[in-house]
Structure formats: structure tokens, C-alpha cells
Nanobody, 124 residues
């Protein structure tokens, strides 16, 4: 079983940057895909990006007009989401999730393990 613990997030002014981190523990991370999703109140979770642990392949290559970038750090067993040029529309709870296998799913029901979520608030 994989455990995911998120860190980062918080309050930032429009145009600023934040970095979210998702630390994975438990089963060997090499068997997993890690995805980032976000959710605003009253709406469904939406997919951002996913990365394959074994080789770092990501989908899509960039997200939200190239403002978000996913990366992995094998030494730390973390997957990070670098978010630049943030706007108030990026305000949401962000989740990382893990899916068994090598397919870079964009559907949240394909992910079996979820982080606790972290709030990102962007003010104008």
C-alpha cells in the first residue's frame, strides 16, 4: 500500500509561484504513476498532470498553458508540482494520487491512493 503525504500550498498573490510536494512511502514507487488533481467547492476534481515514476514520462507535457510543471525526485521519493504565474482561478484544493501500473491516467477513478489535499489560494 502506498501512503501519500502532501506539503506546500498556501496563500499567494496573483502572478506568484508555489510548489507542491507529494511524498510517497510504502510499496516500491517504481510501479506507480503519480497524478495531480484539483477541486473547487461544488465542482468535480479535475486532472492536471501525471508522471510515471520509473522513467519520468509526464502527461500532458505541460499543464494550464505551460504554467504548471510536474517532476519527480527519486532520491526523496517525491513528486512536485511547480505552479507559476498563478491566477485567482487556480484557487482550489490540490490532491496528489497514485495509480498502480504505467498508464498515465487522467481519470480520478483510476487512482487508488490519495494524499490529504492541500489548499492553494491565489488573491488578486
Amino acid at each position: 500500500q502506498v501512503q501519500l503525504v502532501q506539503s506546500g500550498g498556501g496563500l499567494v498573490q496573483s502572478g506568484g509561484s508555489l510548489r507542491l510536494s507529494c511524498a510517497a512511502s510504502g510499496r516500491t514507487p517504481g510501479d506507480y504513476v503519480i497524478g495531480w488533481f484539483r477541486q473547487t467547492p461544488g465542482k468535480e476534481r479535475t486532472f492536471g498532470q501525471a508522471i510515471r515514476w520509473s522513467d519520468g514520462l509526464s502527461y500532458p507535457e505541460d499543464s494550464v498553458g505551460g504554467r504548471f510543471t510536474i517532476s519527480r525526485d527519486n532520491a526523496k521519493n517525491t513528486v512536485d508540482l511547480q505552479m507559476d504565474r498563478l491566477t485567482p482561478e487556480d484557487t482550489a484544493v490540490y490532491y496528489c494520487a497514485a495509480a498502480d501500473g504505467k498508464i498515465l491516467w487522467k481519470f480520478d477513478n483510476k487512482y487508488d491512493y490519495w494524499g490529504q489535499g492541500t489548499q492553494v489560494t491565489v488573491y488578486a
